[in-house]
């Protein structure tokens, strides 16, 4: 498995679209036990999750919050026209 497989296949694993076999796994845990850039990612993903499930919101700063806002939709404009 390459580290392109195995960020495709957890994408849709996490997305819903892909039921992962055993043989899947088993892939998935030769490709990390020798991958170290994949290993991050995916422990970043369970942090992530970890973060999702305990539900604590972290209120932003109102500046902060403004400027991520304003960058988000340009990039959104960008990508996706105004008309979007």
Same mark, same amino acid.
């Given at each position: 498995?390459t580290? /392109?497989e195995? #960020? *495709?296949?957890l %994408? /849709?694993? &996490?997305? =819903? +679209? #892909?039921d992962? +076999?055993q043989?899947d796994? /088993?892939?998935?845990? @030769?490709?990390?036990? =020798?991958c %170290?850039?994949?290993?991050i990612v &995916?422990d %970043?993903?369970? =942090? +992530?999750?970890? #973060?999702?499930?305990? =539900?604590?919101?972290?209120p932003?700063? @109102? ?5 991520l806002?304003g @960058? #988000?939709? /340009?990039?959104?404009r960008? *990508? ?5």
């Open positions: 498995m580290c /392109e195995l #960020l *495709k296949a %994408n /849709e694993y &996490v997305d =819903g +679209t #892909l992962l +076999t043989a796994c /088993e892939r998935f845990a @030769a490709h990390l036990s =020798g %170290n850039p994949c290993q &995916v %970043n993903i369970r =942090g +992530t999750i970890q #973060l999702f499930r305990a =539900g604590v919101p972290f932003l700063p @109102a500046e902060f919050q403004s400027r806002q @960058a #988000l939709r /340009e990039r959104w960008e *990508k996706f026209g105004a008309s979007a």
